[in-house]
C-alpha cells in the first residue's frame, strides 16, 4: 500500500516561508504515470487545491497562490516539496499531499487516490 | 478555473436512510469526476471517478450519477461510519477544484 507523509514546521511566522515536503514510500514519484498534488483545508473549512507538479519538474499552480508558490520534485528521494511565501494567517490550514492518477491516459478516471495524513501549519506571531 | 457547488451544505439523516447529494459544475465536464469522504481528523478517502466509477474496498451502498454539469452520489442504507463529510472534483483541467463539502449529519 502506497504511503505519503507530510512533514515541516508546524509553526511559521506571519511573512515568513513555510515550506513542506511529501515522501512518498516506494519511487512512483519518477514515474510518468503520475502527477503529485498539494491540497489545504483551513480549521472547520473545505479543501482548497494549491498545486501540482509531474516527475520531470513541470508544475501547474492555483492562480491565486501562484505569486508565492514553489512545488519541486526530487525524484533521487522519492519526494515532493511546496514553498508559499509571505504567509499570513489565512494560510492556516492542513496541508495535505496526495497522488494524482490517470493524467496520462485518455479516459476521465483521474483522481488524487493517495493522501498523507495531513500536517496542520499554524501561522502565528 | 471550473466552479463546482454541492448542496445541500449539510444533512440530517438516520440509519438505514438513503442520503443523495448533488454537484454541479460551471460547465461541461463530461465524467471528469471523483468523489471523496472525509471522516474528522482524517484525509479524504476517494470513493468514486470518472463519475460513476466505485473504488475498490467501495462499499457498493455507494453510487455515482451524472454527467456534463450535474452530477450525484447517493447512499443507499446509511451507516454508522458514514457520517461525515463528502466532497466533489472535477479533474478534467488544473487546478482540480471542490466542491464547498457536504456534511452527513445524525439526525
Known amino acids: 500500500q502506497l504511503q505519503l507523509q507530510e512533514s515541516g514546521p508546524g509553526l511559521v511566522k506571519p511573512s515568513e516561508t513555510l515550506s513542506l515536503t511529501c515522501t512518498v514510500s516506494?519511487?512512483?514519484?519518477?514515474?510518468?504515470?503520475?502527477?503529485w498534488g498539494w491540497i489545504r483545508q483551513p480549521p472547520g473549512k473545505g479543501l482548497e487545491w494549491i498545486g501540482s507538479v509531474w516527475y520531470s519538474g513541470k508544475t501547474y499552480y492555483s492562480p491565486s497562490l501562484q505569486s508565492r508558490l514553489t512545488i519541486l520534485v526530487d525524484t533521487s528521494k522519492s519526494q515532493f516539496s511546496l514553498t508559499l511565501s509571505s504567509v499570513s494567517a489565512a494560510d492556516t490550514a492542513v496541508y495535505y499531499c496526495?497522488?494524482?492518477?490517470?493524467?496520462?491516459?485518455?479516459?476521465?478516471?483521474?483522481?488524487?487516490?493517495?493522501w498523507g495524513q495531513g500536517t496542520l501549519v499554524t501561522v502565528s506571531s | 478555473d471550473i466552479q463546482m457547488t454541492q448542496s445541500p451544505s449539510s444533512v440530517s439523516a438516520s440509519v438505514g436512510d438513503r442520503v443523495i447529494i448533488t454537484c454541479r459544475a460551471s460547465?461541461?465536464?463530461?465524467?471528469?469526476l471523483a468523489w471523496y469522504q472525509q471522516r474528522p481528523g482524517q484525509a479524504p478517502n476517494l470513493l468514486i471517478s470518472?463519475?460513476?466509477r466505485l473504488q475498490s474496498g467501495v462499499p457498493s451502498r455507494f453510487s455515482g450519477s451524472g454527467s456534463g454539469t450535474g452530477f450525484t452520489l447517493t447512499i443507499t442504507s446509511l451507516q454508522p461510519e458514514d457520517f461525515a463529510a463528502y466532497y466533489c472534483?472535477?479533474?478534467?483541467?488544473?487546478?482540480?477544484?471542490f466542491g464547498q463539502g457536504t456534511r452527513v449529519e445524525m439526525k
Open positions: 472534483q472535477q479533474t478534467m483541467t488544473f487546478p482540480w477544484t
Open positions: 470518472a463519475a460513476s
Open positions: 460547465r461541461d465536464i463530461s465524467s471528469w
Open positions: 496526495a497522488r494524482l492518477r490517470g493524467m496520462t491516459t485518455a479516459t476521465p478516471d483521474r483522481a488524487a487516490d493517495f
Open positions: 516506494d519511487d512512483s514519484v519518477s514515474s510518468s504515470d503520475y502527477w
